[in-house]
C-alpha cells in the first residue's frame, strides 16, 4: 500500500518506471470537494498501467465528497475525526461516499464515526465531557470514538479490494 497526499509525484515515479508492480495498491486522500483534485491525478496512472489497483482515503471527512461516475477505483475508505480536536462532520457524507461505491461496484471501507454522533443516536445518556455541536440543522453530540462505533447506516462497510466482503462482527 503506496498512499500520498501528492499523487502528481506519484505519478511522475511509475511513469519513469515505465509500470505499477502488481502487488501496489496507490492511493490518496481527499477530505472534501478542495482535495477532489487529487483523485484525478491519481487516476492518471491508468495511462502508465490500466489494471494498477487505486483507492481513496476520505479520512477525515471535512465536507461533502462528490465523487465522479466515471472514475474507476478500486476501493474507497472513509470515516471521520476522532481525538480531542475532532470536529463532527454530517452523516449524509459518507453516506453519499457509500452510495457512489454501491452504485459503481467499488468495495467501500467505513473506518469509524469519529467522536460524535447525532443527538437522536447518543448513547447511555451523557456524553463523555458535556459537548453539544451543530453541524447544519444537526445536533451532536461527543461521546468518544469506542462509543460512536463504525456502523453506518445501520450496518459495518468492511469492504476491501479484491477480497470478498469481511465478516460483519
Request: hydrophobic letters at 40%; glycine letters at 10%.
Amino acid at each position: 500500500l503506496i498512499f500520498t497526499k501528492n499523487p502528481h509525484r506519484m505519478f511522475s515515479f511509475f511513469d519513469e518506471l515505465g509500470y505499477v508492480p502488481d502487488n501496489f495498491v496507490l492511493m490518496t486522500s481527499i477530505t472534501s470537494k478542495k482535495t477532489l483534485w487529487r483523485g484525478s491525478e491519481l487516476l492518471k496512472i491508468r495511462q502508465i498501467q490500466e489494471d494498477a489497483l487505486l483507492g481513496l482515503s476520505c479520512e477525515p471527512i471535512l465536507g461533502q465528497i462528490t465523487l465522479p461516475d466515471d472514475w474507476d477505483l478500486n476501493w474507497v475508505a472513509a470515516g471521520y475525526a476522532s481525538g480531542p480536536k475532532a470536529k463532527p462532520g454530517d452523516p449524509a457524507w459518507a453516506l453519499e461516499l457509500r452510495d457512489w461505491c454501491v452504485a459503481t461496484e467499488t468495495p467501500y471501507f467505513f473506518k469509524q464515526a469519529g467522536e460524535f454522533v447525532p443527538r437522536s443516536y447518543a448513547i447511555d445518556g451523557e456524553p463523555e465531557d458535556g459537548g453539544r455541536v451543530v453541524v447544519g440543522l444537526v445536533h451532536f453530540v461527543r461521546v468518544g470514538k469506542k462509543a460512536a462505533g463504525r456502523m453506518l447506516d445501520g450496518r459495518l462497510w468492511n469492504q476491501m479490494f479484491g477480497l470478498k466482503e469481511l465478516q460483519d462482527e
